[in-house]
């Protein structure tokens, strides 16, 4: 018989992630963000090939990723309001973690579950963070798509993309629950 977690399992099913724009500080020091690194870590990767890294943004960094934002997306033809919206994630932001999906050269263990396994540390690190009971949410955008931008910004290798922008801090206000899944629409049961 199973030992059920009541606890872990009532988190999970009320976890809500925080708006990043709702986020301010203090954020977590070094001690508690190496240990929400540590959680995420676990998360499964199938072949112990950690795919993915961590690059941890204080509010210097992100402030010179918002500084370079307003070139490289006139320079792609973003839409001004994205631009100004990508730099605001940036700009506004007091602590962001970057999770980098690194795969790794494996005969055994195809590439793109080396992807899912970086996105898996994303939510592992949203709801580490949650856990702690620090506000947290997970951010990508255009500019995390950006080749040129990852590479100059955040000094990525060709084979390396951003997961996700983790940003972690102190909520200013319990965001209203939002709707959920419809769960009979979802699911499909298969007896035989």
């Not at 200013?172 to 007896?191: G, Q, Y």
């Amino acid at each position: 018989m199973p030992t059920p977690n009541p606890a872990a399992l009532d988190f999970l099913l009320t976890r809500r992630s925080r708006p990043a724009k709702t986020l301010t500080t203090p954020v977590p020091d070094r001690a508690t963000i190496e240990k929400l690194l540590t959680a995420a870590a676990r998360t499964p990767d199938h072949g112990k090939l950690e795919p993915w890294r961590f690059i941890v943004l204080t509010k210097p960094a992100l402030a010179r990723l918002a500084a370079m934002v307003p070139a490289r997306g006139a320079a792609l033809g973003i839409d001004p309001d994205k631009i100004t919206k990508a730099q605001d994630q940036f700009g506004n932001a007091d602590l962001a973690v970057a999770v980098i999906s690194s795969p790794k050269p494996s005969e055994k263990i195809p590439h793109i579950e080396q992807v899912y396994s970086a996105g898996a540390v994303c939510l592992a690190l949203v709801n580490a963070g949650l856990a702690a009971g620090w506000g947290a949410n997970w951010l990508s955008g255009w500019a995390s798509h950006d080749p040129t931008f990852v590479r100059e910004g955040l000094g990525l290798a060709t084979h390396e993309t951003v997961a996700g922008f983790i940003h972690l801090g102190t909520e200013t206000s319990t965001p209203p629950e939002r709707p959920r899944p419809d769960l009979a629409a979802i699911t499909t049961w298969v007896d035989a």
